[in-house]
């Protein structure tokens, strides 16, 4: 099975199962993974490489999350 690898930013005070991608102020497809386990590895690996941390606003923050794909 495979894995989306998706990034939300969220409002600062939304609580973080409120944080969805219907709710968030931004989504982003940051890459793909084989299995639960890769994606939560891979994604915490790209988080830290991409500048959307740097470039959050003083009131969001950012949730990722593994969806799974067929």
């Known amino acids: 099975m495979d894995f989306a690898i998706i990034a939300l930013v969220c409002r600062l ?7 969805v991608p219907q709710t968030a102020r931004v989504v982003m497809r940051i890459g793909e993974a084989t299995s639960a386990m890769d ?18 606003g003083a009131d969001e923050w950012t949730k990722i999350v593994c969806e799974r794909r067929g």
């Open 13 to 19: 005070g939304q609580d973080p199962y409120e944080c």
């Open 39 to 56: 994606c939560m590895i891979q994604s915490q690996q790209t988080l830290a490489r991409v500048s959307i941390v740097q470039n959050l």
